[in-house]
């Protein structure tokens, strides 16, 4: 049984900033990408951004600059630090990463969500 859980989310004022973790447990055997993903309401979830096990990185045009995601030594925790935060930034976060739990089988999983809201 692999868990992604997040932490983090809050609300913040306009131009403020929020660090998101989500930390990987369970019998995890290796972790590829992770990532975080947003729903804002009546929207459909979007990536914001993405890192693989090589520390190469991907962010969404509406975050970059702004927005870096980054992963501990042991690679099992990813971070999202969010600077100059938007309303339009407000949604429900997710952490999202590949998972082997035994080698070379990796299965896809997905956090329980966590609400980043900045007031307009």
């Known amino acids: 049984q692999v868990q992604l859980v997040e932490s983090g989310g809050g609300l913040v004022q306009a131009g403020g900033s929020l660090r998101l973790s989500c930390a990987a447990s369970?019998?995890?055997?290796?972790?590829?990408?992770m990532g975080w993903y947003r729903q804002a309401p009546g929207k459909q979830r979007e990536l914001v951004a993405r890192?693989?096990?090589?520390?190469?990185?991907v962010h969404a045009d509406s975050v970059k600059g702004r927005f870096t995601i980054s992963r501990n030594g042991d690679k099992n925790t990813v971070y999202l630090q969010m600077n100059s935060l938007k309303s339009e930034d407000t949604a429900v976060y997710y952490c999202n990463a590949n998972v082997a739990v035994l080698a070379g089988r990796y299965s896809n999983y997905w956090g329980q969500g966590t609400q980043v809201t900045v007031p307009s």
């Open positions: 369970g019998s995890i055997f290796s972790i590829g990408a």
């Open positions: 890192i693989t096990s090589g520390g190469t990185t």
